[in-house]
């Protein structure tokens, strides 16, 4: 090779690659595009505001600046000119360089904004990823030769096939590749090596332009001597991109180091009480994180038990209350900014608790610091929808309603993470059974069947939508529970929210009411449905109301047992001369229906129920109508043996008789949705208060609420302390809504002997204190008590006795009633 000495101005100098640099500017150009393809799959979808914005032009600087900028000079100082010499070698101006530095970021922020543009238009959507895929070759292109451009000691001169195979190289790879992502990557969810290979076509892209466009490249010489300082701006300019590449993969691997201390804990909260999020699409796809996980809370590390026979499941009193409270959150949501600083300072009570006993009797069993834990439960419970909610920037209200089963998780033993396939219940060999395997952990699912809009607000907050069979083994590994038993309860799932929506049964139905004792007398179970287990068994026989004939027809079969029903309805004698032809027509409808029913239900509990003539009423719709539509019930009923199995019977379930009583006060428009708003506030807003007025420095020094609870009964009412203090807020009028709380109290209604402390602990707290009253609410004074010398003495005031209205009896209830008095009571005849 001939030194610089030898060339003059105008001569072209030869060139070569070093094949070492060659591939350092690919890895560098890897280093950034695998980190823009990660922060793409982890941000938002749509442009609305300002972290929106930050986040695309933060995707666009790491490519634009380490993806291609740093792989340009890096790939640039693979080029040998001459014979290798310092002073032949290109040197660059500052002002090209950092136009070169802007330019492809520039580029890329318009290029990721329309692929990331909301539109619900087909057409503009694949219009706006081409345009997508146009200005990120261009990027890249501009970016290359306007870096050239600023070369001071050389002209280079491009071969021209060379120069359009290198547009054509960027332009078709990235528009490949994005459209691939932007159109695949809720496939690629739980999939890294997807987004690497994605990443590594990128970064290929990149570099191929680079090189082809070098490729047979002459370099015309200026004349330019590099001074010292010129190489050492060159060697600056490759030192920032190497460093700059060196921050992108130390980036990248503190991703996978977060990633993976992310998935253990993920496993971690499988051995807890969790409560997970389970939203659907249009098409079915659920809803999950970036982490291809459904968005969860945690609850409680574990449900604290009173007794050791009792568990944490559908039957359990505060499961009910919950399940109801996601069916009208609005009883609640005025309360959990309270019920957040109540947990906090029970926890600060339980770190108290925690130290050393001092005396042996304070170490004794207190029933009602246990009894207590359901309300720290249900306010934690509260607590974790309302922040999952806020991650999820949605309202409370509608994050959706809690699902009927409780599911198990954390089952996975040890030998089933070696590729042991696993089904959800594992068959003990020895009694044939199917044995179900305890988990470590439990999981409450809310769910909600999601519009278009809501859809599209979702992804916007950074979620995404994949399909069962794209996310469900990630999911699974993450709860630690078999991927069939994951299968089969999403599936579940998915027809739950979706029949919230649609299910409505107007019309008249007969039923099947059979009643399972529980053991150890824990009440009842009731058959039903095992897909839809808020139904009994039932046939339609009537798509409307019964008329007034009907229900006397129905009246003559009062009673009967199922075999002299049916053979009354046959009636082959033609014995019955009352039945005309309208009655035999109706006859048969019902025979037809009593004989399918009797397929899907035991045998012998088909032999042995009795009719009941008289209606009942149900409602099923929980959708967002204002009123459900009414249901015409007439039922068989039955009370089975202990031991009855239903194995036989695939469309039967057992479930217990109080959740399945809880669930039918749900429905649009029940009044029971008022009366629990009432009972919730009556409950927690006296707990709630206490807290919120307790100065700061005496709240270490007073015994925890959740520990001990002072109460004054007056009558058969429970009325918090502070309640007769209070005695001129509580009458309100007949327009009041249910969810408004008394007036505020002046001194002057506290009463002559109440303390100057309560005053002030009335004046400064949150004023839960009162009771919640609406008209159906019954205020009694008790007049010839109320100004007596022992109650001034003891400061209460006049005597109070509050009455609430009463929940109605579900259709459940009267059922039950019926069936005891058939079942319990000595009868004769049939």
């Known amino acids: 090779m001939a030194s610089l000495d030898s060339y003059n101005v105008g001569d072209y100098v030869p060139s070569h690659f070093d094949v070492g640099f060659v591939a350092a500017s690919y890895f560098s150009s890897l280093c950034g595009c695998l980190l823009t393809v990660e922060m793409l799959h982890r941000r938002g979808t749509a442009l609305g505001n300002w972290r929106s914005w930050f986040e695309t032009l933060g995707c666009a600087t790491c490519m634009g600046l380490v993806g291609i900028w740093c792989m340009h000079f890096i790939g640039n100082r693979a080029i040998v000119l001459g014979d290798g010499s310092w002073s032949m070698q290109l040197v660059y101006n500052s002002g090209f360089t950092t136009l070169s530095v802007f330019l492809p970021i520039i580029g890329l922020t318009l290029s990721f904004s329309a692929a990331e543009y909301p539109t619900q238009s087909v057409v503009l959507h694949w ?183 009792e568990d944490f499941d559908t039957a359990h009193p505060v499961f009910q209350w919950i399940y109801r409270v996601t069916r009208s959150w609005t009883t609640v949501s005025e309360l959990i900014p309270q019920m957040k600083n109540h947990l906090a300072a029970h926890s600060v009570d339980s770190e108290e608790d925690s130290k050393p006993i001092s005396s042996s009797s304070s170490a004794r069993y207190d029933p009602e610091a246990f009894s207590d834990y359901s309300i720290i439960f249900r306010e934690q419970f509260c607590c974790a929808a309302a922040s999952l909610a806020a991650a999820m920037h949605i309202p409370t209200e509608r994050i959706g309603v809690l699902y009927d089963k409780i599911i198990e998780t954390g089952t996975i033993r040890a030998e089933d993470r070696h590729g042991r396939r696993t089904q959800p219940d594992t068959l003990d060999l020895e009694s044939g059974k199917s044995v179900k395997i305890f988990g470590r952990g439990q999981a409450l699912f809310i769910t909600r069947q999601l519009n278009g809009e809501d859809a599209d607000k979702l992804l916007n907050a950074g979620f995404r939508f994949g399909s069962v069979q794209q996310v469900g083994r990630n999911i699974a590994q993450m709860m630690q529970i078999p991927l069939p038993a994951l299968e089969y309860h999403l599936g579940g799932l998915r027809r739950y929210a979706d029949k919230l929506e649609t299910l409505e049964k107007p019309g008249t139905w007969l039923s099947f009411f059979g009643l399972i004792p529980r053991p150890n007398s824990k009440g009842f179970d009731v058959g039903v449905k095992k897909d839809d287990q808020d139904q009994l068994p039932d046939m339609q026989i009537l798509t409307m109301e019964p008329q007034q004939w009907q229900t006397e027809f129905l009246q003559r079969l009062d009673g009967l047992r199922t075999r002299p029903f049916m053979s009354f309805l046959e009636d082959r004698s033609n014995v019955d001369k009352e039945r005309g032809p309208r009655e035999q027509e109706f006859a048969s409808s019902l025979l037809k229906a009593v004989v399918i029913l009797g397929r899907t239900v035991p045998t012998d509990w088909f032999r042995e129920a009795r009719f009941l003539a008289r209606p009942v009423f149900g409602h099923y719709s929980q959708g967002r109508k204002n009123r459900a539509v009414v249901t015409w019930i007439f039922a068989f009923c039955v009370i089975a043996d202990m031991h009855t199995s239903l194995e036989s019977c695939d469309g039967i379930a057992r479930v217990p008789l109080t959740f399945f009583s809880s669930r039918q006060r749900c429905y649009s428009g029940s009044p029971d949705h008022s009366i629990l708003a009432q009972e919730i506030h009556q409950e927690f807003s006296p707990l709630l208060s206490r807290r919120m007025a307790m100065p700061s420095r005496d709240r270490k020094r007073r015994v925890p609420l959740h520990r001990k609870r002072t109460t004054s009964n007056i009558g058969s009412t429970y009325i918090p302390r502070d309640f007769t203090s209070r005695r001129s807020s509580l009458v309100q009028s007949e327009s009041d809504s249910v969810h408004e709380l008394v007036n505020r109290p002046s001194k002057r209604t506290l009463g002559p002997n109440i303390r100057e402390e309560e005053i002030q602990e009335a004046e400064q707290g949150n004023f839960w204190g009162g009771i919640l009253v609406n008209s159906e609410t019954v205020v009694k004074s008790d007049s010839k008590s109320d100004y007596s010398t022992e109650s001034k003495q003891q400061g209460l005031g006049m005597k109070v006795a509050v009455g609430t209205a009463k929940q109605e009896d579900t259709f459940v209830d009267e059922l039950m009633e019926v069936t005891r008095t058939q079942f319990m009571a000595p009868r004769t005849g049939y």
Request: hydrophobic residues 45%.
């Open 127 to 309: 219009f706006l990823l081409v345009c997508t895929g146009v200005f990120a070759g261009l990027s890249v292109v501009g970016m290359h030769y306007i870096g050239n451009f600023g070369i001071t000691n050389y002209t280079p001169e491009y071969v021209p096939r060379y120069l359009a195979a290198s547009i054509i190289i960027s332009i078709g790879d990235c528009m490949l590749v994005l459209v691939l992502f932007y159109t695949l990557r809720e496939q690629w969810i739980s999939s890294w090596w997807k987004r690497l290979s994605c990443a590594c076509l990128l970064a290929g892209g990149v570099s191929a332009m680079h090189f082809t466009a070098s490729t047979n490249c002459l370099y015309i010489y200026k004349g330019d001597q590099n001074s010292t300082g010129a190489i050492m701006s060159r060697n600056v300019q490759v030192a920032v991109a190497g460093g700059l590449s060196a921050a992108a993969a130390l980036t990248i691997i503190g991703v996978l180091l977060f990633s993976r201390h992310r998935t253990g804990v993920l496993k971690t909260r499988s051995r807890k009480v969790m409560l997970a999020c389970a939203m659907f699409d249009q098409d079915g796809r659920i809803l999950v994180t970036t982490e291809g996980v459904l968005p969860a809370r945690e609850i409680t590390d574990k449900y604290q038990h009173r007794t050791f026979n």
